[in-house]
């Protein structure tokens, strides 16, 4: 991989040029990879990750700045991405809710203990689709030490066999994950009649305008943008479980 630094004189502008000589992209491809959660549909994406989040939040940061990114790329030689900067800062300030949180989480009042226990006496199954292995052990140790049975899936295509072969009674679907992405994941989960009716909340390190509206017409239940309180998470389990059991 090599980076290029130049004064683009015509344009006001620095430009940085970022070449790799990786699997490359058809060029179909450009023109979606900046779109957040997009997975390149290729044999190639069953052994490397995908845009998934980067490249958006990328092109976010660029546009924020008032600059520009385009890609040039050959399927195996690789990619060339380029990026003008302004040498001035653009006039207007950034915008008040460039990462918005889900505000009607932070407000909702205190709830009670989550509801850990089925009537049966069973404890509540929770599925967690995550891959990252540090928020893995801390949802983990936290939603056990709450008294939850948690079944674990480490990718989309996981998530949505377990959810089948579980029937957990809520999943934490993170949005970004290999092999298949959590939107797709929850497609897929809505579509079967046996899970359907399975609260899903996503989580997502994406927080930008759109992003909640993208993962409900997915099917999601609820959305919260990384990173999160440990007790939102717990708040709004508890919240959806009591609606369940109402």
């Known amino acids: 991989?090599?980076?290029?630094?130049?004064?683009?004189?015509?344009?006001?502008?620095?430009?940085?040029?970022?070449?790799?000589?990786?699997?490359?992209?058809?060029?179909?491809?450009?023109?979606?990879?900046?779109?957040?959660?997009?997975?390149?549909?290729?044999?190639?994406?069953?052994?490397?990750?995908?845009?998934?989040?980067?490249?958006?939040?990328?092109?976010?940061i660029v546009d924020l700045h008032g600059g520009s990114i385009r890609v040039e790329s050959v399927v195996g030689q690789g990619s060339c991405f380029s990026v003008l900067l302004p040498s001035q800062a653009p006039s207007q300030a950034f915008p008040a809710q460039t990462l918005p949180i889900a505000d009607s989480i932070l407000q909702q009042p205190a709830l009670p203990q989550p509801i850990a226990v089925q009537e049966s006496g069973a404890a509540v199954r929770i599925l967690l689709a995550e891959d990252n292995e540090t928020n893995i052990a801390?949802?983990?140790?936290?939603?056990?030490?709450?008294?939850?049975?948690?079944?674990?899936?480490?990718?989309?295509?996981?998530?949505?066999?377990?959810?089948?072969?579980?029937?957990?009674?809520?999943?934490?679907?993170?949005?970004?994950?290999?092999?298949?992405?959590?939107?797709?994941?929850?497609?897929?989960?809505?579509?079967?009649?046996?899970?359907?009716?399975?609260?899903?909340?996503?989580?997502?390190?994406?927080?930008?305008?759109?992003?909640?509206?993208?993962?409900?017409?997915?099917?999601?239940?609820?959305?919260l943008a990384k990173p999160f309180q440990l007790q939102r998470l717990l708040t709004s389990i508890t919240q959806h479980l009591s609606k369940i059991e109402s």
């Open 1 to 60: 991989m090599a980076l290029e630094v130049s004064l683009n004189l015509p344009q006001q502008a620095l430009e940085f040029r970022i070449t790799d000589s990786g699997i490359g992209m058809a060029a179909e491809h450009l023109n979606q990879i900046f779109q957040p959660f997009f997975q390149i549909d290729s044999a190639l994406s069953r052994h490397y990750e995908s845009t998934g989040l980067g490249l958006s939040i990328v092109q976010h």
């Open 138 to 223: 801390v949802a983990l140790n936290y939603l056990e030490a709450h008294g939850f049975q948690v079944i674990l899936a480490r990718n989309g295509l996981e998530a949505v066999q377990m959810t089948k072969q579980h029937q957990p009674d809520l999943i934490l679907m993170d949005i970004q994950m290999p092999q298949m992405n959590g939107l797709t994941a929850i497609r897929q989960i809505r579509a079967d009649a046996e899970t359907r009716s399975i609260p899903i909340i996503a989580l997502t390190a994406l927080a930008m305008s759109g992003d909640l509206d993208r993962c409900l017409a997915a099917g999601a239940t609820d959305y």
